[in-house]
């Protein structure tokens, strides 16, 4: 049974590669990189469209939600 390589275990080990070795390391591993990064794809976005359909919220709500947010506006202690 294989141990798992640590990241840092895995960095210790390419820095002791020469240049070359380096180059090929990055040459097989980028395509593996761009396969994995091809397979996960983001999950969809939801529309957020029709989002407040059915809502009965008013010209009459709105006015009355402004007046309170803005009542006080501006202060006198600020």
Known sequence: MQKAVTL???LELIKQLSLVDK???IEQVAPQI???L???QPKPRK???GLW???NIT???IAE???QMWGNFPREDV
Do not use: K, N, P, T
Request: cysteine-free; charged content about 50%; hydrophobic content about 30%.
């Open 8 to 10: 840092e275990e895995a």
């Open 65 to 67: 939600v402004r007046q």
């Open 34 to 36: 761009e396969r994995e």
């Open 23 to 25: 180059v090929r390391l």
């Open 59 to 61: 010209e009459s709500d």
């Open 53 to 55: 359909r059915g809502s």
């Open 38 to 40: 091809r397979i996960v």
């Open 47 to 49: 529309s957020l469209r």
